[in-house]
């Protein structure tokens, strides 16, 4: 049974960081593309950053620059390091791989 679990959401003010990781059991990581994704209220689900088995990264135009996704094999674990965070970042995210989704973790920019 897979399972993502996200964690690391929070309340930041604009210009603040945040970590989200996405810890992964039932499937490998290492061998299979992981992405992020969000979905602020009243609006569709979108594609923020993803990651390769090979480790090349994506990014959305939106947040080039200001966040990093990366992967830690030994942990089963994929994050998405923000910088520079702005109010129209907020939203849910959530990590998927392979169809399936986590659970999602609330992130809110305050300006």
């Known amino acids: 049974q897979v399972q993502l679990v996200e964690s690391g959401g929070g309340s930041v003010q604009a210009g603040g960081s945040l970590r989200l990781s996405c810890a992964a059991s039932?499937?490998?990581?290492?061998?299979?593309?992981m992405g992020w994704y969000r979905q602020a209220p009243g609006k569709q689900r979108e594609f923020v950053a993803g990651?390769?088995?090979?480790?090349?990264?994506t990014y959305a135009d939106s947040v080039k620059g200001r966040f990093t996704i990366s992967r830690d094999n030994a942990k089963n674990t994929v994050y998405l390091q923000m910088n520079s965070l702005k109010p129209e970042d907020t939203a849910v995210y959530y990590c998927?791989?392979?169809?399936?989704w986590g659970q999602g973790t609330q992130v809110t920019v305050s300006s």
């Open positions: 998927a791989s392979v169809g399936n």
């Open positions: 039932g499937i490998i990581l290492s061998i299979n593309a």
């Open positions: 990651i390769t088995s090979g480790g090349r990264t």
